[in-house]
């Protein structure tokens, strides 16, 4: 060490740290032989707190403010030396700087689409992203449990292992929410409050905690996303027949206007095959001015079925059934049914004898054929 460096260590007493980066979270104040001056001077400033190590061992943090560096201050660093109040010479130690400030816009996303079953689309895949902010609560718990002895720690060294601690927190809260992909938009909000909620109960063993968390985005696989958009549009196209015409016109309209070049004669037959394809159309439901044009009449409906009657019967002043016809038929084979027997069913002027009706008047006439042999 060159005498300017041995004067320049036992002249600087101040130790501070003004950071110009904004990816920075941990800083070591760099000393020749790590000797800081006994009675020297520290300044940290608002959103910064500074770590002393002594020997290996975390001997105090100290907040935003100014302080000297003597024992008066510094009870901790005390009791491990058992210094005096006399004591004036260098000790080593080494002061780490800690960003306490938030880190914002740092973007996560899921690396593998996320199974889960949909009420509407059963088992489904999406995918999400978003961005997060973090910042350092506890300095010390950082400093032994992810700094280390690193001299210049940055976000980029350990955002790779909140993105992971966030996608394994979001896959199961999404996947047990049971909330239908197409509701999720509207419930994004509180669902990041959830995710924000356990991620930072996982990430305060680091010492940090997730103060903003954002979803901006979920989305579906290629596939459904595209049968989605089909779905959407047969709503929004309403009547498909006139939806066809106007995407005849259109596609004839397109046709017509390249009718120059090579492709000008295949422009126009398409065209003209489309035009008439769309006459045909508009001549099977009116003419072009809303007039109704001729159209061949439709087939007749077949008449209804014929209502079939129930009959009652009136014997010895006592009256039974209804009868249908087919019972009827019966009764007059067995003899119980004769042409004098009076009938009358629902319609009839009063009673009748079944013989004068002429719906019954077959039920008597009709013999059966001669038996075989005769």
């Not at 995918?127 to 980029?156: H, P, Q």
Request: aromatic share 10%; glycine share 12%.
């Amino acid at each position: 060490m060159g005498i300017f460096d041995f004067l320049s260590g036992e002249f600087i007493d101040v130790i501070h740290w003004v950071d110009d980066t904004r990816d920075t979270m941990v800083w070591r104040f760099e000393r020749h032989g790590h000797e800081i001056k006994y009675g020297a001077k520290l300044t940290v400033r608002e959103g910064q707190a500074a770590v002393f190590v002594h020997e290996g061992q975390l001997a105090d943090v100290f907040t935003p403010g100014l302080y000297m560096l003597e024992t008066n201050n510094m009870p901790i660093m005390t009791t491990l030396q058992h210094w005096d109040h006399g004591f004036k010479s260098p000790f080593k130690s080494e002061i780490y700087f800690i960003n306490t400030t938030r880190f914002t816009d740092l973007k996560w996303g899921t690396k593998n689409p996320i199974m889960l079953r949909d009420p509407e689309f059963g088992p489904t895949r999406i995918r999400a992203f978003g961005t997060y902010s973090t910042r350092v609560t506890d300095s010390a718990k950082f400093l032994t449990e992810i700094v280390g002895t690193d001299g210049e720690f940055t976000m980029d060294e350990i955002s790779y292992q909140i993105r992971n601690i966030i996608v394994q927190s979001f896959s199961r809260i999404i996947a047990g929410s049971g909330i239908p992909v197409l509701d999720m938009a509207a419930n994004t909000a509180d669902l990041g409050k959830l995710v924000a909620a356990e991620i930072s109960a996982v990430v305060a063993e680091y010492g940090l905690t997730i103060p903003e968390f954002y979803i901006e985005n979920i989305s579906l696989p290629p596939a459904v996303e595209e049968a989605l958009d089909k779905r959407t549009s047969m709503g929004l196209a309403g009547d498909l027949g006139k939806f066809t015409q106007y995407s005849a016109a259109e596609a004839m309209t397109a046709a017509a206007k390249n009718t120059g070049g090579a492709g000008g004669g295949m422009g126009a037959g398409i065209g003209a095959g489309l035009g008439m394809a769309m006459a045909g159309q508009m001549a099977g439901q009116g003419g072009p001015w809303g007039q109704a044009a001729h159209q061949p009449s439709p087939a007749a409906a077949p008449p209804p079925p014929p209502v079939e009657h129930v009959w009652h019967i009136a014997e010895n002043g006592q009256t039974h059934g209804p009868y249908s016809k087919a019972a009827l038929g019966r009764m007059a084979s067995e003899g119980k049914l004769t042409r004098e027997s009076h009938v009358w069913t629902a319609g009839q002027d009063g009673w009748l004898k079944a013989g004068d009706v002429q719906e019954l008047a077959q039920l008597f006439t009709i013999l059966p054929p001669p038996p075989p042999g005769a």
